[in-house]
T-cell receptor, first 110, second 112 residues
Framework: KQEVTQIPAALSVPEGENLVLNCSFT??????LQWFRQDPGKGLTSLLLIQSSQREQTSGRLNASLDKSSGRSTLYIAASQPGDSATYLC?????????FGTGTRLQVFP | DTGVSQNPRHKITKRGQNVTFRCDPI?????LYWYRQTLGQGPEFLTY????????KSRLLSDRFSAERPKGSFSTLEIQRTEQGDSAMYLC??????????FGQGTRLTVV
């Protein structure tokens, strides 16, 4: 059974810091890994999708990497801003559903 | 295309009542997923459709829950005889087979 773990559970940093969020999964037989952002009381916004044949994806200040063999992914946020404050969720998928971690709650203070 | 749309956004109901939620996926997306999320937790899978066929149901989906996707377009999730433990955010997502999934804004259910 696939299990997804995210560390840390919460993170508070000053504006401008570069930071790394971690995601690990137990079964390396995945098709995709997707990172999402969730603001309080809202739905999920897709940030980056990494297909199993890829090692990383970049979008603006975000960079996500994938190491299937070790069952790990990282989300790197450069030059963090208060507007980045949210919960970040990773999800892995095989041929069917996405399985989520419990998320990292990020607070960036001015 | 305006993305995945869910209605209503909020629902308050009395225990024992039936409720129905609707999800309109991104057009031409053949996969549609339902998830449930409680405070501080990641979304938990409930069920998914490929076109009009319901391909998998989680054990979380008790007999009181039913989902449909007639004609492979919109989907409904019905909860019968609601219980306080059903209070949660219900999320819908759509995708093209094993590609990027897009979520709606969710329906927050409160059972009083």
């Amino acid at each position: 059974k696939q299990e997804v773990t995210q560390i840390p559970a919460a993170l508070s940093v000053p504006e401008g810091e570069n930071l790394v969020l971690n995601c690990s999964f137990t079964d390396s037989a995945i098709y995709n890994l997707q990172w999402f952002r969730q603001d309080p009381g809202k739905g999920l916004t897709s940030l980056l999708l990494i297909q199993s044949s890829q090692r990383e994806q970049t979008s603006g200040r975000l960079n996500a990497s994938l190491d299937k063999s070790s069952g790990r992914s990282t989300l790197y946020i450069a030059a963090s801003q208060p507007g980045d404050s949210a919960t970040y969720l990773c999800a892995v998928s095989g041929t069917d559903k996405l399985i989520f971690g419990t998320g990292t709650r990020l607070q960036v203070f001015p | 295309d305006t993305g995945v749309s869910q209605n209503p956004r909020h629902k308050i109901t009395k225990r024992g009542q039936n409720v129905t939620f609707r999800c309109d996926p991104i057009s031409e997306h053949n996969r549609l997923y339902w998830y449930r999320q409680t405070l501080g937790q990641g979304p938990e899978f409930l069920t998914y459709f490929q076109n009009e066929a319901q391909l998998e149901k989680s054990r979380l989906l008790s007999d009181r829950f039913s989902a449909e996707r007639p004609k492979g377009s919109f989907s409904t999730l019905e909860i019968q005889r609601t219980e306080q433990g059903d209070s949660a955010m219900y999320l819908c997502a759509s995708s093209l087979l094993e590609t990027e999934a897009f979520f709606g804004q969710g329906t927050r259910l409160t059972v009083v």
